[in-house]
């Protein structure tokens, strides 16, 4: 997984419009990734998750891409609501370990 | 609704004392349950793996004398933070897996201040 930094990355993206956010993993022998929304003083809360048989899988407004070449992962939402603001986290998967990365923090511009 | 619950929601205490957190499961048995720290505007960490009936599994770098996991039943786990020090001061969340994708759900969270 990633290393853990002190400033989250941010995406601000005017409400309606699409955003994709992007997660570099490092552990090649991951087989399951999953991304995870966290709002303030919440959980993580499950959005989709995909495996690595897979490189494509959609779910209702969001869309997670695999690049296991390049080990990058990505999650697209679609016509992005207020209620999408919140923290993003990719996680990668092994023995049923999660690793999570370093997290976006998405805000909607209304 | 909720599948995992925690309690306390947040705790203030004061340094040198015991804390102790509550991970429920509610309407599902859980032989492993995971429990995570979260520093302010930092990732998840895994601390350990809590196994029902057996001795909890510490990640590297996690004193397993310092936070105390008792998986006693099917539906609790709970960790203790023992002498807590303002360092300590953290985001508690515990998960469990569930299913046949595996797909691990998260409780609320505990936030623990440390004075």
């Known amino acids: 997984g990633e290393s853990v930094g002190l400033h989250l990355p941010t995406l601000s993206v005017q409400e309606g419009d699409n955003s994709i956010i992007n997660c570099a993993y490092s552990n090649s022998a991951s087989d399951y990734f999953i991304w995870y929304k966290q709002e303030s003083g919440k959980g993580p809360q499950f959005i989709i998750d995909i495996r690595s048989n897979m490189d494509k899988r959609q779910g209702q407004r969001v869309t997670v891409l695999l690049n296991k070449t390049v080990k990058h992962l990505s999650l697209q939402i679609a016509a992005t609501q207020p209620g999408d603001s919140a923290v993003y986290f990719c996680?990668?998967?092994?023995?049923?370990?999660?690793?999570f990365g370093t997290g976006t923090r998405l805000t909607i511009i209304p | 609704g909720a599948v995992v619950s925690q309690h306390p929601s947040w705790v203030i205490c004061k340094s040198g004392t015991s804390v102790k957190i509550e991970c429920r499961s509610l309407?599902?048995?859980?032989?492993?349950m995971f429990w995570y720290r979260q520093f302010p505007k930092q990732s998840l960490m895994l601390m350990a793996t809590?196994?029902?009936?057996?001795?909890?599994?510490?990640e590297q770098g996690v004193e397993k004398d310092k936070f105390l996991i008792n998986h006693a039943s099917l539906t609790l786990s709970t960790l203790t933070v023992t002498s807590a020090h303002p360092e300590d001061s953290s985001f508690y969340i515990c998960s469990q897996i569930r299913g046949a994708e595996n797909e691990q759900f998260f409780g609320p969270g505990t936030r623990l201040t440390v004075l």
């Open positions: 809590s196994n029902e009936g057996s001795k909890a599994t510490y």
């Open positions: 309407d599902f048995q859980a032989t492993t």
């Open positions: 996680a990668e998967s092994r023995h049923e370990k999660l690793t």
